[in-house]
């Protein structure tokens, strides 16, 4: 390779700049949707400085990897249209952060931390089962958790339609039987809900405070993050 012409992979470069995991921007490129200067690309082509790079005939802008932590309040979903008289996570974020998309949802019912970022990569890393990124959870139940269910679910797992759900839970004091911190490597849709639920509990608040090494620390409700990724 010309080291005075540096060059970065394409599924790198799409990673970096179309918010897309290199997986899914090997998919784009085998499926003929991606171009270098108007030339059809294929998987393995670097991508020169000053090269055009498109994608469905749209250039792909250059653009810095942006990453926030997010407190989501409760009420609120995280796709992009309000569904009903649901609003969207992204009414409360500014423009500058409008393109960011979720690494890992929550349901509106549930509130706490979300990664919001450009960096495909990242998100991919964060969301994909194989890297077993834990997620810590706090949850209320509408009774108090039978010792006999906690066992069962800390030490054996739950069956669900879709495979068993083993979660780690820890009073959040001796006195109270309602209130747990989940911990789970996992991220099945309402996973924590579904996994109560099976043995007859409701969880009445969900709340997520860490996903891999990111943690909501301090950050208040509908407020945000700028995280460095230098």
């Known amino acids: 390779m010309d080291t005075d012409n540096p060059s970065t992979r394409l599924n790198k470069y799409l990673a ?5 995991s290199r997986r899914e ?8 949707r991606v171009a270098i200067n108007g ?7 670097q991508v020169a400085d000053g090269a055009e790079v498109e994608l469905d005939g749209k250039l792909v802008q250059p653009q810095q990897k942006t990453t926030i932590l997010f407190n989501k309040p409760s009420g609120y979903v995280c796709s992009r249209r309000q569904q009903g008289d649901i609003p969207t996570i992204y009414s409360l974020l500014p423009d500058q952060y409008q393109a960011l998309k979720s690494a890992g949802r929550l349901d509106a019912d549930s509130s706490g931390l979300l990664i919001m970022t450009n960096d495909g990569d990242l ?15 706090l949850a209320t139940l509408d009774t108090d958790l039978e010792p006999l269910h906690q066992q069962m679910i800390a030490d054996y797992g739950i069956d669900l339609e879709d495979g068993k759900s083993q979660l780690g839970l820890m009073r959040l004091s001796d006195d109270n039987r309602k209130e747990w911190q989940v911990t789970m490597a996992e991220g099945r849709n309402r996973q924590v809900r579904r996994t109560f639920a099976a043995l007859g509990y409701t969880v009445t608040k969900l709340h997520r405070t ?3 090494t990111y943690s909501l620390g301090d950050i208040k409700p509908k407020e945000y993050k700028l995280i460095d990724m230098r």
């Open 25 to 32: 921007a090997d998919e784009m490129i085998a499926g003929g």
């Open 123 to 137: 998100a991919h890393q964060l969301m994909h089962p194989s890297f077993h990124k834990q997620k810590i959870y």
């Open 16 to 20: 970096l700049h179309a918010g897309v």
């Open 210 to 212: 860490n996903l891999g």
């Open 39 to 45: 030339k059809k690309a294929e998987i393995g082509n």
